[in-house]
């Protein structure tokens, strides 16, 4: 025993990998993900810049060759188009082309002049600041459903629904709730005696309107979070500054929100996060209308790039650079927090 | 060959009696033929699975592969598709839809095709099946649009079906001070409003101007659009069209219709079928055509098609072309186009039509009451940026006639970078 000991500790027997061994595992375990986020995220991006330099509209052009003796050449052929396949002298290679056309920073100079989208430029900083609603509304459920009565689970439950429910489900039973004449909200308001109100159609109103239906399910993510982060809250603490006489406002504001901060910053992530990807509602409910004015970035750049009337590539392509950009200032500064964090100051 | 076809072909033309047997003796086709079809909903489905079947009986020795993709998600696919994998035979749309795969080469140029002599029966869509000077397609079915009405309302009024635009705009009073809407519309999806376009616009301006200035080359800021514009807010001003209608999808709008909130509704012949099976019968419900505006411009009609391509990655290129001239024929366009099928109208001037109110007028209405010309749809004439901006630009200015200035001046602007 002793003797394997020694030899398998003996630094010329052991191979380079086993030399490494510490260094390298954490590298070979992280480089499945790696691999995936270079595949699936990093190239992606790389590509939606370079596509944003072209005119593209998405289709592939096929290449002909000349058949050998005929009096056409390969790219006369080609120039055929629909009409090469007609022609004996020329033959499919079974190979394809891009139609795209590159055109430098044309796109971005389009989108400067563009007017539907800085209206979704506006909208999108609509969504951003109303979002955040959903925080302290989430905070305020959280708080009230954090006790112990009979049936408490369910009424979490409950309120927790509507995150659980599909966003089109949600945007398709607000859209029943505003409707004209038929729906909830406006019986209710001709009740009262007000005129009736077309919330969607109405290209002033239609966007809070939206807001409105995605703080529901937001609200209760936020909720669960501070579900999560009140069981975490310390009772001594709590008993501490209940016996140096702190309550209501003063015990929220200085013992509980300040525990709470790991459960704050998560709800502001997904809040922000959820703000930008805004799109599965505005798509149901009002399909960018009436005349184009609930659009945000991201519906305008489906719209210009993938949409019926769309296929505009490159200027799809440009408006998510520019998403990606506003993005990225968040992104960055979540890093930078999370960071300071782990580092603890 | 050739000649066989000729003859068969003329028979075609005079008896409106097939001789698909006549056809299918010379050609012995072999090998596959892959077709990609749109046509998913349940009754265009079935027409579908039909002609192949029938197709089939006709060449027992070709093996047909049919395809049939939902007929949205088809509008993305066949980008991919037509590149990657092409069929021989693919459903598309006729006139400036089809002119992204035309400029890429994707389409294959079938103006052989339309030289044969059984083509000529087609010669009401050969403006639309062509781009730069070629043909690119056949077309299969297409429908009428027009004012679809409550028969049982007007004459409950006391009114008759309007010929003149001052007939129109006096019936419309009367139905507004009777409380009700004198047009169901709902422009969520704003193609709607664009039905409302083409036919003020044909009305007012003519086919030819109509065209051009979907092509492009007319301004949108000239006197000519702008009477359309004033024509068409004489109804929005005395409250014609159904309130809040930027909230409804077509389907949405079509109870305001039933329950005789709105008496009329300009749309397509797609519309019936809902309207009847909501309760409507044949007394309640008539077309008219729409009316004339200027008494020296002819009319002219929207008459969306619905076509068959070759692709230019097609394998099987003969087997393909057989099936199109089996698709154009005189027999197959009564079959496919009958009430229990698509329910819809065939092409081949040697095609009956079925016994059907609808069907009947629309027939009657496309082959002689239409010296202007057939428009396929805005949408489909127009580029398809330029129809989007257009469109919502329209949709504006059905809720807000007062933002005119505004939305000419931007649709002019697109006009000049969309071209």
């Given at each position: 025993m002793t003797d394997l000991s020694t030899q398998s500790h003996s630094p010329t027997k052991r191979g380079w990998y086993k030399r490494h061994e510490i260094a390298l595992t954490p590298w070979l375990f992280l480089l499945p993900g790696f691999l995936f986020f270079a595949v699936y995220v990093i190239f992606p991006i790389a590509q939606s810049f370079n596509v944003s330099l072209y005119a593209w509209d998405g289709l592939d052009r096929p290449i002909y060759a000349a058949v050998e003796g005929a009096e056409i050449t390969d790219a006369e052929c080609t120039a055929l188009g629909p009409r090469a396949r007609g022609n004996p002298g020329c033959a499919e290679t079974g190979e394809f082309a891009s139609t795209a056309e590159y055109i430098g920073l044309e796109n971005y100079q389009e989108l400067l002049g563009d007017r539907n989208f800085e209206i979704s430029l506006w909208n999108n900083l609509k969504w951003l600041v109303l979002y955040l609603l959903a925080i302290p509304m989430g905070l305020f459920i959280a708080l009230f459903l954090n006790q112990t009565v009979f049936g408490i689970r369910l009424y979490k439950s409950l309120f927790f629904f509507p995150f659980v429910i599909s966003q089109v489900v949600v945007g398709l039973v607000f859209s029943w709730f505003y409707l004209p004449d038929a729906g909830l909200l406006d019986s209710f308001l001709q009740w009262l005696g007000f005129d009736g109100l077309n919330v969607l159609g109405n290209p002033d109103y239609a966007t809070y309107g939206i807001i409105a239906a995605g703080l529901w399910p937001q609200t209760a993510y936020c909720m669960i979070l501070y579900l999560t982060g009140l069981n975490a809250v310390d009772p001594e603490q709590v008993e501490a500054a209940r016996l140096d006489g702190a309550k209501g406002w003063k015990m929220l504001w200085y013992v509980i929100i300040p525990q709470l901060k790991p459960a704050t910053f998560i709800a502001f992530v997904v809040t922000i996060i959820g703000a930008l990807r805004s799109f599965d509602l505005i798509s149901i409910m009002t399909n960018g209308g009436p005349f184009g004015s609930t659009r945000v970035l991201s519906f305008y750049m489906f719209e210009k790039a993938l949409s019926e009337y769309g296929f505009r590539m490159g200027y799809g392509a440009a408006i998510a650079v520019v998403l990606f950009l506003i993005m990225l200032v968040f992104i960055a500064y979540f890093l930078w927090s999370m960071y300071r964090d782990e580092r603890g100051y | 060959m050739k000649s066989v076809f000729k003859l068969a072909a003329a028979a075609l033309a005079t008896t409106a009696i097939t001789s698909t047997a006549a056809l299918a003796d010379g050609h012995a086709l072999s090998g596959d033929l892959v077709i990609f079809s749109d046509m998913s909903n349940p009754a265009p489905r079935a027409v579908m699975e039909g002609m192949v079947e029938r197709?089939?009986?006709?060449?027992?020795?070709?093996?047909?592969?049919?395809?049939?993709?939902?007929?949205?998600?088809?509008?993305?696919?066949?980008?991919?598709?037509?590149?990657?994998?092409?069929?021989?035979?693919?459903?598309?749309?006729?006139?400036?839809?089809?002119?992204?795969?035309?400029?890429?080469?994707?389409?294959?140029?079938?103006?052989?095709?339309?030289?044969?002599?059984?083509?000529?029966?087609?010669?009401?869509?050969?403006?639309?099946?062509?781009?730069?000077?070629?043909?690119?397609?056949?077309?299969?079915?297409?429908?009428?649009?027009?004012?679809?009405?409550?028969?049982?309302?007007?004459?409950?009024?006391?009114?008759?079906?309007?010929?003149?635009?001052?007939?129109?705009?006096?019936?419309?009073?009367?139905?507004?001070?009777?409380?009700?809407?004198?047009?169901?519309?709902?422009?969520?999806?704003?193609?709607?409003?664009?039905?409302?376009?083409?036919?003020?616009?044909?009305?007012?301006?003519?086919?030819?101007?109509?065209?051009?200035?979907?092509?492009?080359?007319?301004?949108?800021?000239?006197?000519?659009?702008?009477?359309?514009?004033?024509?068409?807010?004489?109804?929005?001003?005395?409250?014609?069209?159904?309130?809040?209608?930027?909230?409804?999808?077509?389907?949405?709008?079509?109870?305001?219709?039933?329950?005789?909130?709105?008496?009329?509704?300009?749309?397509?012949?797609?519309?019936?079928?809902?309207?009847?099976?909501?309760?409507?019968?044949?007394?309640?419900?008539?077309?008219?055509?729409?009316?004339?505006?200027?008494?020296?411009?002819?009319?002219?009609?929207?008459?969306?098609?619905?076509?068959?391509?070759?692709?230019?990655?097609?394998?099987?290129?003969?087997?393909?072309?057989?099936?199109?001239?089996?698709?154009?024929?005189?027999?197959?366009?009564?079959?496919?186009?009958?009430?229990?099928?698509?329910?819809?109208?065939?092409?081949?001037?040697?095609?009956?039509?079925?016994?059907?109110?609808?069907?009947?007028?629309?027939?009657?209405?496309?082959?002689?009451?239409?010296?202007?010309?057939?428009?396929?749809?805005?949408?489909?004439?127009?580029?398809?940026?330029?129809?989007?901006?257009?469109?919502?630009?329209?949709?504006?200015?059905?809720?807000?006639?007062?933002?005119?200035?505004d939305i000419l001046a931007r649709l002019e602007d697109a006009r000049g970078s969309v071209y």
């Open positions: - | 197709f089939g009986a006709l060449h027992p020795d070709l093996n047909i592969e049919l395809t049939v993709i939902d007929r949205e998600a088809y509008k993305t696919q066949i980008r991919n598709f037509l590149t990657a994998d092409a069929p021989d035979v693919a459903n598309w749309y006729a006139a400036n839809r089809m002119r992204p795969f035309v400029d890429a080469g994707l389409f294959m140029d079938i103006s052989d095709l339309w030289a044969e002599d059984d083509f000529a029966n087609l010669e009401s869509t050969r403006g639309a099946m062509t781009l730069d000077g070629a043909q690119f397609g056949v077309p299969y079915t297409y429908y009428q649009w027009g004012v679809y009405y409550r028969e049982d309302i007007f004459n409950e009024l006391g009114l008759t079906e309007p010929t003149t635009w001052d007939q129109e705009v006096a019936n419309c009073q009367v139905i507004v001070d009777s409380g009700r809407a004198c047009y169901a519309i709902g422009s969520k999806f704003l193609w709607t409003a664009g039905g409302w376009f083409d036919y003020i616009n044909m009305r007012t301006n003519g086919y030819d101007f109509h065209a051009s200035l979907l092509a492009g080359n007319e301004s949108w800021t000239s006197d000519e659009v702008r009477e359309t514009f004033a024509n068409w807010r004489q109804l929005i001003d005395m409250g014609g069209f159904l309130e809040n209608h930027q909230s409804y999808s077509w389907q949405e709008a079509l109870p305001f219709v039933v329950e005789g909130e709105a008496t009329a509704y300009l749309i397509g012949n797609f519309a019936v079928q809902p309207l009847r099976e909501a309760g409507l019968t044949d007394a309640q419900l008539d077309f008219y055509q729409f009316p004339a505006i200027s008494a020296d411009v002819p009319l002219a009609e929207d008459a969306p098609t619905d076509t068959f391509h070759i692709p230019s990655g097609a394998q099987n290129v003969e087997a393909a072309k057989e099936f199109l001239r089996f698709v154009v024929s005189a027999e197959n366009q009564t079959m496919i186009n009958a009430g229990d099928a698509l329910g819809q109208l065939p092409i081949h001037a040697g095609a009956s039509v079925d016994a059907d109110e609808f069907l009947e007028q629309g027939f009657e209405m496309l082959s002689s009451n239409s010296p202007g010309g057939v428009a396929q749809f805005f949408d489909r004439d127009a580029p398809a940026e330029m129809a989007s901006i257009a469109m919502e630009g329209l949709q504006e200015f059905m809720v807000f006639p007062d933002n005119l200035e």
